[in-house]
């Protein structure tokens, strides 16, 4: 890997945003994803050799290292500020068409549940893998999930419940999915939810943790 490439790697790795950040302690004054990534593109490395050289290979060691609990919530949180900082400068070549995604992800809290964080997380590293993420925050109805994929009609959908009483819901925003977008991959997640749960409600697959999700859709 070339050595600046490498260097927003570890720095989406190390959740090093840029070089105001003094987190982490040991590369305090020095720059950041930010700054690398905008001089990636001065020195004239392509957005995409800067997408999936460094953003994605680095997003992709944070989210093995977060399955093998060797990473927690806070890390993995200051990584996805890091990629977001190199984002910033990548999105106008979304807008191009020069940098184009993966597909579309939509995600959401099902009603009745205003959990965030693992949905936050998910979002964050699907995104730095990649894909469009719509996120449609927590409390969000059957109704709007449909509509949002009637604006997007192959997007794959993750829902997330946090609580044993919202679980009802998700299988009927499962349900309704299936009825409406047969062929539409649906991934779910959440504390209280498990494979046969999963299974039971009609989904494509229970991801336990934010890189299971991940790796399921890139092998869509």
Same mark, same amino acid.
């Given at each position: 890997?070339?050595?600046? @490439?490498? /260097?927003?790697? &570890?720095?989406? /790795? ?18 950041? $994803?930010?700054? @690398?990534?905008?001089? =990636? ?9 800067? @997408?999936?050289? #460094? !953003?994605? %290979?680095?997003?992709? &060691? ?8 060797? !990473?927690?919530?806070?890390?993995? *949180?200051?990584?996805?500020? $890091?990629?977001? #900082?190199?984002?910033? %400068? ?8 020069? *940098? +184009?995604? +993966? ?11 205003? %959990?965030?964080?693992?949905?936050? !997380? ?11 993420? &719509? ?10 999930? !449909? ?14 419940? *946090? @609580?044993?009483?919202?679980?009802? /819901? ?5 349900? =309704?999915?299936?009825? %409406? ?9 959440? #504390? ?5 749960? $999963?299974?039971?409600?009609? $989904? ?17």
């Amino acid at each position: 890997m070339n050595q600046i @490439l490498e /260097q927003i790697s &570890i720095c989406i /790795q190390k959740g090093k945003v840029d070089s105001k950040m003094a987190y982490p302690p040991e590369m305090k004054g020095m720059p950041g $994803a930010d700054e @690398l990534t905008k001089a =990636a593109l001065d020195e004239g490395f392509s957005a995409n050799d800067i @997408l999936s050289g #460094a !953003l994605i %290979h680095g997003m992709g &060691i944070v989210g093995d290292l977060f399955r093998e609990k060797r !990473l927690f919530v806070p890390q993995v *949180l200051m990584s996805a500020m $890091a990629m977001k #900082a190199a984002m910033v %400068h990548l999105k106008p070549f979304f807008s191009s068409g020069e *940098l +184009k995604q +993966k597909g579309t992800f939509i995600i959401g809290t099902v009603a009745g549940d205003l %959990h965030d964080i693992g949905k936050n !997380l998910t979002a964050m590293m699907i995104e730095g893998a990649g894909w469009r993420v &719509i996120d449609l925050g927590t409390d969000v109805k059957t109704e709007r999930f !449909l509509e949002v994929l009637n604006e997007n009609g192959n997007a794959v959908v993750g829902l997330s419940a *946090l @609580l044993t009483t919202t679980m009802e /819901q998700m299988e009927r925003s499962v349900k =309704a999915i299936r009825e %409406h977008f047969p062929e539409n991959r649906i991934v779910v997640g959440g #504390a209280p939810v498990n494979s046969e749960f $999963a299974k039971r409600i009609g $989904a494509s697959l229970y991801a336990p943790n934010p890189q299971v999700a991940v790796e399921y859709i890139n092998s869509i």
